[in-house]
Each structure stands twice: as C-alpha cells, then as structure tokens.
C-alpha cells in the first residue's frame, strides 16, 4: 500500500455485554443507532429499538476482495475472534496538567484525554477480511457529554513512543459521551462501528515493513461539575473509564485498497478562527491531496459534529453540509438522528437535552445535531476512478452562523484508492 502524507456482530456484542456487566451495568444494549443518509455508506450499527434489523444479525460491508485470507478454497472459514484493545483505561481532566497515575503495560498516555497502544503482530494475525470496532465508556466524575474518538497512528517501525503531532494519523470513530452519574445504572454506554475498510491497512506488507499501528482512545472529559453534583466525586480528577474492543471475521471479502492518503484530522472548521476556513465569515473549508497514481476506484471517509452550547449554538440547529471534490458535488448531508428516545437510559445524570419525559421526533429533530451517548458518523463517500495527481476537497456549510463566536466542526477526513 503506498501511503501520501497531507498535513455487527453477535460476538462483539457478547464482548461488549460482559465488559458492560465487568464493570456493574445492568442495562447494556449493546449498540448504538446510526443516522439515515442517502448515497454513502455509514457505519454505525443500529440500536435494538431501530426500524432497520436485529443488530446482531448485521454483518459487517460486502468489499470487494480477499485481503490476507490464509484459508483454500476448500477449508473452512476460521472462527470469528474478539478481543481487547485497551481495556479499562482510565481517563483525567482535559485541562489539567498529565497526571502521573497508573496505567496497564504497553498503553502511552498522551494526555489525560488521549492514550495509544500499539496493535501488536498477534492481534494483527488475529485480523480477517472484517473488522467491527467497539468502544464501552464508564462513569466516573464527569457528568456531562464530552467527544470522543478513535485514531489509528502510523508509527516508524520499533518505535517506543511518538508524538501524535510527528505521524500519520487518521480518526476512525467518533463519539458522544451521555450525562452519566457515575452511582446509578447503567455505569456504562456501548458504541459500534463497521471498520472493515482498516482490514487491507493492516495487511499491507508496505507499510507494515515501514510501520507499526497504534491505536489511540480519546475521551475528552472536565470533573468540576461532578465534584460538586455527585456523590464520592468530592476533590477528584478522574473524568471516564474507556474500553476499545475488536471483532473480526471471514463471512465477507475486504475492500480493496492499495493507496492511504491521510489528509486531515480533528481540524478546526468554523467561521471565526484563522485558518479554520478559507476565510473569516465563512463556512466553507478546502483542503488538497495527492495521488500518487491513477486508480480505478476510490472512496473519501469523512468525520464531522456539530459543537456549540451557547444560547443559538451551533449544536442545535440543524445545517446542510456539501461536499465537492474537484468542484463536483459527491455528498449533501444534514446531521441528526430522527430520534434521541433510545439513548436516555444512558443519561443517568438529570440535563438540559433530556427532560423528564419523552419527546416526540419532531421535538428531536428541532434541534438536535447528535445524541449524547450516540456514535458520530463515519460517512463512506465513494469516489470511483481518478487520475494520479493533486485534487481538491471542499466542505460547505453556508448557513452556520457560530453565535458569539463559539463553536466548532472537527473535521477529519482521509482517502483510500486501489
């Protein structure tokens, strides 16, 4: 794989529930919804109360080749393998200075809201044509919805550390945190997410020989509120529990892709900030990238959230999102799920979003950009064939306003082509 530097499973579910109920959850459903949109494909699972399935009949995304299948035409399948990442890490305030706490063998600690490890070759082996990625989150003294992500680093082979800032990096899962009290059930939330199109990444004898991968968990997270709002809080730092679980099988071919182009993670986008957009007073983000050679198929996996919780914020108003390519419209997408009903269980702390009863969809979708406690969207855009050279990516969103110049649209976005 030629890399380009440019600054469902029932038995992950299975994982996912005795991790739950490890950690004193009596109310785990195992998934998360993800948000209808036409054209590319998005890879969050749906909740049990969804309209689209069983989510533990779903399968992870028919590709279009055998990456790394290492059985004949005539022997059977090997079984499905599910395993831990990072297990039980716990997470500290964002703002604070890196505490200097345990923490298990192998794992870095960035910061307090960032820790890696590296995916060593066993598990690598463990890896088949289909991956599905988990994350389980905690209470512990934060009790407001924070964001959170999944990254993969590309770390020169044999590395002991890394500064995140000096390799290649690409998010591949976003979440939200719900408002959890750390003292009532459940104590803990489940995310899911499809990530097969990481299966030829991780069987690439290229970057495999240049590389190790690293995985980072971050979970953003500020304890002030709770050491006054909950119990056994009083005077303490530590703001989340993280647990990031994978589960790989053989019963679909991977994609097929030779060609990573890393091109943007977590960037600032909004209207207000120098460099955050093409100018000031607009909403509109361009960035380049190349390819090193012509391809016959190519896809853009594209991460946004809408942030913002001051009065009129950007969080709550619900705004069109465009997105061009070589000045040609591939993607029109508004953010926010019909409904937020299915994750109040996770909202065990009392808040603004979450009043003491139910709401309809149409009171949902007023305002809501995303549910705490839900999964972001990782949005798959196909691309096709394209020519090797510099192309162009815009994102637009014309009607953002950014109220009191608050609020923000990390961006994160990478290629893969054949």
């Not at 088949?128 to 512990?140: C, F, H, R, S, Y």
């Not at 459940?186 to 240049?210: G, N, R």
């Not at 591939?330 to 009043?355: A, D, H, M």
Request: glycine share 8%.
């Amino acid at each position: 794989m030629s890399l380009r530097r440019v600054p469902p499973c029932v038995y992950l579910l299975a994982l996912l529930a005795a991790c739950t109920n490890s950690q004193g959850a009596d109310d785990g459903t195992g998934t998360t919804t993800t948000e209808t949109t036409d054209g590319p494909e998005s890879t969050g699972t749906d909740a049990p109360t969804g309209t689209t399935g069983d989510p533990t009949t779903t399968e992870p995304p028919t590709g279009t080749t055998d990456v790394g299948s290492t059985t004949g035409p005539d022997e059977p399948p090997p079984e499905p393998e599910s395993f831990p990442v990072l297990q039980d890490i716990v997470f500290y305030d964002g703002y604070a200075a890196t505490v200097d706490e345990p923490i298990p063998e192998g794992v870095l600690r960035h910061s307090n809201a960032l820790v890696a490890t590296r995916f060593t070759d066993e598990m690598l082996a463990k890896v088949q044509t289909t991956l599905t990625l988990g994350v389980i989150v905690g209470a512990l003294c934060d009790n407001y919805d924070r964001l959170g992500s999944v990254n993969l680093a590309l770390v020169p082979k044999g590395a002991q550390t890394y500064v995140p800032a000096e390799v290649d990096r690409i998010e591949v899962a976003r979440f939200i945190t719900p408002f959890m009290d750390m003292n009532k059930h459940p104590m803990t939330v489940p995310y899911e997410w499809q990530a097969s199109d990481l299966v030829p990444i991780f069987k690439d004898p290229d970057l495999l020989a240049e590389y190790d991968f690293w995985f980072e968990l971050s979970i953003f997270g500020v304890p002030y509120a709770a050491n006054n709002e909950v119990a056994g809080c009083a005077d303490r730092n530590d703001t989340q529990l993280g647990t990031l679980l994978l589960y790989t099988d053989s019963k679909k071919p991977a994609p097929d892709f030779g060609v990573l182009v890393p091109v943007a993670i977590s960037q600032d986008f909004n209207n207000y900030t120098e460099g955050a957009s093409d100018e000031l007073g607009t909403t509109r983000k361009t960035v380049t990238f190349e390819l090193p050679a012509d391809t016959a198929d190519a896809q853009l996996v594209l991460i946004t959230s809408n942030h913002g919780a001051n009065a009129g914020g950007e969080e709550y108003i619900r705004r069109e999102h465009y997105v061009y390519v070589d000045g040609e419209m591939v993607l029109q997408y508004k953010p926010g799920r019909p409904s937020c009903e299915p994750f109040r269980p996770y909202n065990t702390q009392p808040n603004g979003i979450y009043g003491p009863y139910p709401q309809s969809d149409e009171d949902w979708q007023s305002f809501s950009n995303w549910c705490p406690g839900d999964v972001i969207d990782t949005r798959i855009i196909p691309w096709g064939a394209a020519s090797a050279g510099t192309h162009e990516f815009v994102i637009d969103v014309p009607d953002a306003t950014f109220v009191d110049m608050q609020g923000n649209f990390p961006f994160s976005l990478y290629v893969q082509a054949q």
